[in-house]
């Protein structure tokens, strides 16, 4: 049974940084790409960040280049959304989520992840 769990959410005044991690365990966690995902109050899920299955291909929606950096620990099972520059707009609740099929590039949309984690809110304040 495959398990994500994020961890790392919380309380920031805007221009601070946070660094949510998602743990997983269940599958080969070295051979499938990872996404992280975000739903702000009254809005749509949308895409934030991608990682391959190796960890040699990032993709990042245009509205957090240059802030935000997604990274893997194939050794640890764990992926990683680094958060720099926040801003009150990047309020939400994020997802870790898995890639259905293995060893791909990282997809965006949410229908190519077969596993979610719960989630964990982030608060910006400005």
């Known amino acids: 049974q495959v398990q994500l769990v994020e961890s790392g959410g919380g309380l920031v005044q805007a221009g601070g940084s946070l660094r949510l991690s998602c743990a997983a365990s269940?599958?080969?966690?070295?051979?499938?790409?990872m996404g992280w995902f975000r739903q702000a109050p009254g809005k749509e899920r949308e895409f934030v960040a991608a990682i391959n299955w190796s960890g040699g291909r990032t993709y990042s929606a245009e509205f957090v280049k240059g802030r935000f950096t997604i990274s893997r620990d194939n050794a640890a099972n764990t992926v990683y959304l680094q958060m720099n520059s926040l801003k009150p707009e990047d309020t939400a609740v994020y997802y870790c989520a898995g890639d259905r099929d293995p060893y791909r590039a990282g997809p965006k949309a949410s229908f190519e992840y077969e596993y979610w984690g719960r989630g964990t809110l982030v608060t910006v304040s400005s």
């Open positions: 269940g599958r080969t966690f070295r051979n499938y790409a």
